[in-house]
């Protein structure tokens, strides 16, 4: 069975400081891997997805993650924080013919002034 | 930008009533879910549909769940019987192949 693992349920940075978003997955055949962000009060948005070739993804808002086979790791980062980037963020997987997103309990990101 | 849209935003509903989400997918997808986020819980899978029947379903969705796509459009998920602890926000997505899943901005339920 897939699962997800966010480390860090709450993440605080400094205005302009790098973002590091850890997700680690396990699944038993190569998995693809999704990373959402949602601002309060709104949906779901698709921040960035890995699903084969390159292993570093590029997202929207300057994000990116690393897909990492030998860690089981898909760490999502940015290299300076912007206010606009508070929101709760979510990693998921989805793996072999099964359809569904496994998600991790997310990871709310505030960034102070 | 194609959006996936669900109404309502908000429902309020008294304990052992029914309600009927509504979703409506981008058109040109083929495969549909509904997710489910209790307050402060992970987002949970709750049922896939496809070519016009389930294709999965969760544990979570029992009997007093179902889904429908009455009419090409619109992708409905009906609570027969609402119990306190369903209230939660509920997604809908489509997709329309293995991985470009797109979420509605969800509607929130609240059991009272």
């Known amino acids: 069975a897939q699962s997800v693992t966010q480390l860090g349920s709450h993440v605080s940075v400094s205005e302009g400081a790098l973002v590091l978003l850890r997700c680690n997955y396990s699944s038993s055949v190569p998995p693809y891997l999704f990373w959402y962000v949602q601002y309060p009060n709104q949906g779901l948005q698709l921040l960035l997805k890995?699903?084969?070739?390159a292993t570093l993804v590029k997202g929207i808002n300057g994000f990116e993650a690393e897909f990492k086979k030998s860690e089981t790791s898909f760490h999502l980062t940015k290299p300076s924080a912007h206010m606009s980037d508070a929101a709760e963020y979510f990693c998921a997987v989805k793996a072999g013919n099964n359809r569904k997103l496994i998600w991790g309990l997310g990871t709310s990101l505030a960034v102070n002034p | 930008e194609p959006e996936v849209t669900q109404t309502p935003s908000h429902q309020v509903t008294q304990m052992g009533q029914e309600v009927i989400l509504r979703c409506v997918p981008i058109s040109n997808h083929l495969y549909f879910y509904w997710y489910r986020q209790i307050l402060g819980q992970k987002v949970e899978f709750l049922v896939s549909f496809y070519n016009n029947e389930i294709s999965e379903k969760s544990e979570i969705f029992d009997d007093q769940f179902s889904v429908e796509r009455p009419d090409g459009s619109n992708f409905t998920l009906k609570i027969r019987s609402t119990k306190l602890e369903d209230s939660a926000m509920y997604f809908c997505a489509s997709c329309r192949d293995d991985y470009g899943y797109t979420f509605g901005s969800g509607t929130r339920l609240t059991v009272v």
């Open positions: 890995y699903t084969t070739g």
